[in-house]
């Protein structure tokens, strides 16, 4: 079983900042099968980044993913006031499918 | 447009059953997997379910093992999740979701269960 541990657990940012959020698995993900999703107040998450690296239909290029094996990142360039958000990475290569904990990015 | 509507939510007592539908339009329940995904009050997403395709395999988080079972109406277009045996851990508000492979492309927007006395 794969547990997705992500860091930090929150992030103080001001809007125009960067991001970077991370995502570690205790063992490879396999095709890199590695998803992060975003999830606001209320609402259900919504799909960023799937392949690791490859933006949903319609998610900014402020969004990007990188890494591969055990070690993942989410990046956001340029912080907008609609980022401020949970984030969570997940593994989809595997059973059992597994979420991070998530990574709460908060207005400083 | 792809669109996922979930219910059946409501109050249960420990030990109850309860089943969730999951009315799926915008595309055809036969050609792709689904999911289901919960997240208790204040918490995490956790995956819960999941049905290939072609509904040949299902696979299942350890916590709901043995207690639920995932299945689908193609001619409906409709996913479900029949909970059995429900306890206090398992009150969260559950999202069906649409897959792509194993990918959950689409989301529902919630309905919520609560097992209380």
């Known amino acids: 079983e794969i547990v997705l541990t992500q860091s930090p657990g929150t992030l103080s940012l001001s809007p125009g900042e960067r991001a970077t959020l991370s995502c570690r698995a205790s063992q490879s993900v396999s095709s890199s099968y590695l998803a992060w999703y975003q999830q606001k107040p209320g609402q259900a998450p919504r799909l960023l980044i799937y392949d690791a690296s490859s933006r949903a239909t319609g998610i900014p290029d402020r969004f990007s993913g990188s890494g591969s094996g055990t070690d993942f990142t989410l990046t956001i360039s340029r912080l907008e006031p609609e980022d401020f958000a949970v984030y969570y990475c997940?593994?989809?290569?595997?059973?059992?499918?597994?979420f991070g904990g998530g990574t709460k990015v908060e207005i400083k | 447009q792809v669109q996922l509507v979930e219910s059946g939510g409501g109050v249960v007592q420990p030990g109850g059953s309860l089943r969730l539908s999951c009315a799926a339009s915008g595309f055809n329940l036969s050609y792709y997997g689904m999911h289901w995904v919960r997240q208790a009050p204040g918490k995490g997403l956790e995956w819960v379910a999941l049905?290939?395709?072609?509904?040949?395999?299902?696979y299942y988080a350890d916590s709901v093992k043995g207690r639920f079972t995932i299945s689908r109406d193609t001619s409906k277009n409709t996913l479900c999740l029949q909970m059995n045996s429900l306890r206090p851990e398992d009150t969260a508000v559950y999202y069906c979701?649409?897959?792509?492979?194993?990918?959950?492309?689409?989301w529902g927007q919630g309905t919520l269960v609560t097992v209380s006395s």
């Open positions: 049905i290939r395709f072609d509904g040949s395999s299902k």
């Open positions: 979701g649409k897959a792509r492979g194993w990918l959950l492309d689409h």
């Open positions: 997940q593994q989809y290569g595997t059973s059992p499918l597994a």
